[in-house]
């Protein structure tokens, strides 16, 4: 390939008839300045196109450092998903656990107080059967006492007094309650040989 330093030191055999030499001179120059300027370009553009390949490098090395980065974000974003499920799961399955404790406790409390309440009005129940039964046993002993004689039952008559309205008296307990008193005032302890 010729360089522009040959064409401006080319020379021609002169004949008679031929070119003017000022004119081919000046074509000559006018390559040479023309291929100067192309090399100049072609330098240039070698120039870019070395950067421009080198870029190309640096985008091939990020685009494997983003597919890489993006792999790891999907695994990191996968794990903490499966994570977060098995926590989720597990703080389900113990709330499940602990409820049903708590609820097999409630129902376990709930039956022991319904047996103490049980218990408590079986307690009740005796109890007023034996002190019934100490009534009716003081009743018959008094019936049987010498010189009481048993007064005939005579209709209990309705009392004259008023009693104010905000302070009413249930009728079943005072039955209860006076019977109670009689046999109190009655029954006083006796010498041994009195009977």
Known sequence: MLTSNE????????????YRCE????????VADQFDQQEATMADLEKKLHILAQKIEEYRADEDTLKTALLNAQRMGENVIHEAKQKADSILREATLKSESLNEQA????????MELERVQAEVAHFKAS????????????STLPGSEPEPEQ????EVEVQPAAEPQPEAEEETEAPAE????????????AE
Do not use: C, M, N
């Open 7 to 18: 064409i401006r030191t080319v020379s021609f055999d002169r004949t008679i008839r031929g």
């Open 23 to 30: 004119d081919v001179e000046a074509f000559l120059q006018q």
């Open 107 to 114: 129902k376990a409390q709930v039956l022991e107080q319904q």
């Open 131 to 142: 002190v019934l039964g100490l009534y009716k046993s003081h009743i018959e002993s008094l």
């Open 155 to 158: 209709p209990a008559q309705p």
């Open 182 to 193: 009689e046999f109190e005032q009655t029954l006083e302890p006796q010498p041994a040989g």
